[in-house]
């Protein structure tokens, strides 16, 4: 069965805490993004990589990390430096780039007691 | 930068209804655009697509014509069904861009 991991389903965490949210893929796709949503409003991009070893800062990665060692892993760390971290995130792949379609996990949702 | 403004929700209709979305888009030189849905609780699962003008996408009776003269890309189905209810969003990706940009998202809800 192909397609994208997420996890945990859902995530509470104290604050001041860092935690780390898992993305895997078994698309074989090159590039992977993650992004955030909040209520009504669309999906903002934190950070996205094209390759292995590469990734780079979207529009809102202020306090979030990354790591990209390999090509099915794209894990995202939310740091006690992101104010406001109770969101939803959502994990997504492409085949590259400049490839038109993003695959899209189920998302966790992340809540800062 | 590219943006995408679509109709503010929520939107209730009764089944068997007809269901518009208005998505309109600002971007420059020649975008593809994209109908995502998103149900309770999941991720987004792609619904139809467009990557040039003119283009109709359509998917589980849903259709979108991508309208370069008005910059437009409608979502529309002559009649939905409560398993339609749902948040659909309307995005664009820039001709040389890497990510998907989102409108805010429309919550329909469809009553039986």
């Known amino acids: 069965d192909g397609g994208i991991t997420q996890s945990p389903k859902y995530l509470f965490r104290k604050e001041g805490q860092n935690v780390t949210l898992s993305c895997e893929q078994n698309l074989n796709h090159d590039a992977m993004y993650w992004y955030r949503q909040d209520p009504g409003q669309g999906l903002r991009l934190i950070y996205y990589?094209?390759?292995?070893?590469?990734?780079q800062k979207g529009d809102i990665a202020e306090g979030y990390s990354v790591s990209r060692e390999k090509k099915e892993s794209f894990p995202l760390t939310v740091t006690s430096a992101q104010k406001n971290p109770t969101a939803f995130y959502l994990c997504?792949?492409?085949?590259?780039?400049?490839?038109?379609?993003?695959?899209f996990g189920p998302g966790t949702r992340l809540t800062v007691l | 930068g590219d943006s995408v403004t679509q109709m503010e929700g929520p939107v209730t209709l009764s089944e068997e209804a007809f269901l518009t979305i208005n998505c309109t888009y600002t971007a420059t030189g020649y975008p593809s655009l994209f109908w995502y849905v998103q149900y309770p609780g999941e991720g987004l699962q792609l619904l139809l697509k467009?990557?040039?003008?003119?283009d109709k996408g359509s998917n589980k009776g849903f259709e979108a014509t991508y309208r370069k003269e008005t910059t437009s890309f409608h979502l529309e189905k002559g009649s939905v069904q409560v398993s339609d209810s749902a948040v659909y969003f309307c995005?664009?990706?820039?001709?040389?861009?890497?990510?998907?940009?989102f409108g805010a998202g429309t919550t329909v809800t469809v009553r039986a």
């Open positions: 995005a664009l990706k820039g001709s040389n861009d890497y990510k998907l940009s």
């Open positions: 990589s094209q390759i292995v070893n590469d990734f």
């Open positions: 467009a990557t040039k003008a003119d």
């Open positions: 997504a792949a492409g085949a590259d780039m400049r490839d038109n379609e993003q695959f």
